[in-house]
């Protein structure tokens, strides 16, 4: 059905990724990359930037004892990674050694991705979590007057700003119980203040605190209900730092929207090779990842369109819609494909394949006839910026026709 009479060996695959330059490699898989998510960015997105740590085992260049959170001591490689939040697709991965993990490391594929973006694609906010909110990030993102989202990291000047604000009393609702106080902040280093949101809620439950105290233990009980009287509230707390004019309510919920990026990790780690898929030079690492990243964006559309109202991960996604026995038969020319499934629901699966199909079928034959050259990629991307975002795609012009009898 594919034109496939054999699957390539693992090591005819390493043999293959090592005959491709280097840096044409990494251009020609970056152009696909942004091929695959460039037809979405005309709507209002937001990018987020985070790095995720790979536990090595063996020889392998960059495979440096630095950062490992969940293996301590092993060698690491570690992924800079930009994504497309929401619909999860990935704008670039870059694979570095272990010890490259700081956001210093991140900043110049994300600045360097942000300018080869037009104006009118750029995201509407940039958003990270406290590794990022560092001077020389928001400074070059400030020039660029690109909006910006960060968490601080809570350093004693920053602590210090908390306990200032912890005195007063105008706090204002942030959602899901957390509460808000706007501020403006200069840190040592910056060159002026920029707007600091503290955020704080209350511990639910009771805890104990306990310590010495001249060689006496002494306890501190944490109650959750500050109505009784003496009482110690525990707060959990966190500072973000923006260059936008969002509501407390609305910076809080786009910072928790921020934990989908962690999702996104999991899935292309675990469930689809980054985690796996290892070389002994970061080059054909780089290829790799990058290729995963280009199929996952595929196939994260493709489940979109058959599951148009959440999203589905590959671990039930793939045995959802791939787990059946095809059969190809050719008849008066035409070539049919018939699917026999393999598990309980696959009726839904096939219902959903058959809503896919009459789309593709639909956008090939608007394609064909339309007079700009609208590709069905770009037709499908408008479906789901339609379907997600509620942005219908732009009307197209009709050329004036000729309505003058003959005697005109």
Not at 262 to 269: G, I, V, W
Request: charged share 20%; hydrophobic share 40%; with cysteine.
């Amino acid at each position: 059905m594919l034109n496939m009479n054999k699957v390539i060996s693992e090591d005819a695959l390493r043999n293959a990724l090592k005959r491709i330059p280097e840096a044409e490699g990494t251009a020609w898989l970056d152009t696909h990359l942004h091929d695959s998510v460039a037809p979405l960015l005309d709507a209002a997105w937001i990018l987020d930037t985070d790095t995720t740590v790979k536990p090595l085992y063996g020889k392998q260049e960059g495979a440096v004892v630095s950062y490992n959170p969940k293996k301590p001591g092993r060698p690491s490689h570690t992924y800079h990674t930009y994504l497309m939040a929401g619909l999860r697709q990935v704008l670039g991965v870059e694979v570095h050694a272990g010890n490259e993990h700081a956001a210093c490391h991140t900043q110049p594929g994300l600045l360097k991705l942000l300018d080869n973006l037009p104006a009118t694609r750029k995201p509407a906010l940039v958003r990270g979590d406290c590794a990022f909110g560092n001077n020389p990030l928001m400074r070059e993102l400030e020039a660029r007057d690109q909006p910006y989202l960060f968490k601080l990291k809570l350093t004693t000047n920053v602590k210090r700003h908390i306990g200032r604000l912890f005195r007063e009393n105008d706090w204002t609702n942030a959602g899901q119980g957390w509460e808000g106080r706007d501020s403006r902040l200069a840190l040592a280093g910056w060159a002026e203040a920029r707007r600091v949101v503290v955020l704080r809620r209350p511990i639910k439950g009771e805890m104990v605190i306990a310590g010495e105290d001249n060689g006496q233990q002494v306890l501190g009980f944490i109650e959750a209900d500050r109505r009784s009287g003496k009482a110690i509230t525990g707060y959990e707390y966190a500072v973000l730092v923006t260059n936008t004019e969002y509501g407390i309510l609305s910076l809080g919920q786009l910072y928790r929207d921020r934990a989908d990026a962690e999702n996104a990790f999991d899935e292309l780690k675990n469930q689809w090779g980054w985690g796996g898929f290892t070389t002994q030079d970061l080059h054909r690492c780089q290829l790799s990842a990058r290729a995963v990243a280009l199929i996952y964006n595929w196939w994260s559309v493709f489940v979109r369109l058959a599951n148009p109202h959440s999203r589905r991960e590959a671990i039930t996604s793939r045995p959802w819609l791939m787990s059946a026995v095809g059969r190809k038969t050719e008849h008066a020319g035409q070539t049919s494909i018939t699917l026999t499934g393999q598990h309980a629901d696959f009726g839904k699966a096939q219902a959903a394949l058959m809503r896919v199909s009459a789309l593709l079928q639909q956008w090939v034959l608007r394609a064909t006839e339309q007079l700009k050259s609208a590709t069905v990629w770009n037709l499908v991307c408008d479906h789901l910026k339609l379907l997600v975002a509620g942005i219908s795609p732009p009307q197209n012009s009709r050329l004036l026709t000729c309505t003058a009898d003959a005697g005109g």
